[in-house]
């Protein structure tokens, strides 16, 4: 079992930038791709980006490609989600997965964390 907690999230201007952090537990952590998605109010979860076991496989979005940003860093158990040129159609929950299979991950993950907020103003 992986638990996943996410941070970072707030209050930030349209054109501004933040790094969502997502801390993983578990001494397998490096054995998972990791994924973040996302949830705006009134729709549906959908997929942000995604990141392989070793960080050398990354997938994004077609509306958060060239500004935003997935890495890890598997001695921290973490994986991070640099956004930048932020946009108020990016205000949205989102929230850190995990699944061992980076095909996988982008759609039907394992475990999923509890989210963190994040608000753009225009």
């Known amino acids: 079992q992986v638990q996943l907690v996410e941070s970072g999230g707030g209050l930030v201007q349209a054109g501004g930038s933040l790094r969502l952090s997502c801390a993983a537990s578990?001494?397998?952590?490096?054995?998972?791709?990791m994924g973040w998605f996302r949830q705006a109010p009134g729709k549906e979860r959908e997929f942000v980006a995604a990141?392989?076991?070793?960080?050398?496989?990354?997938y994004y979005a077609d509306s958060v490609k060239g500004r935003f940003t997935i890495s890890r860093d598997n001695a921290k158990n973490t994986v991070y989600l640099q956004m930048n040129s932020l946009k108020p159609e990016d205000t949205a929950v989102y929230y850190c997965?995990?699944?061992?299979?980076?095909?996988?991950?982008?759609?039907?993950?394992?475990?999923w964390g509890q989210g963190t907020q994040v608000t753009v103003s225009s």
């Open positions: 578990g001494r397998t952590f490096s054995s998972y791709a």
């Open positions: 997965a995990a699944h061992h299979t980076i095909g996988i991950v982008t759609t039907t993950p394992l475990y």
């Open positions: 990141i392989n076991w070793s960080g050398g496989t990354t």
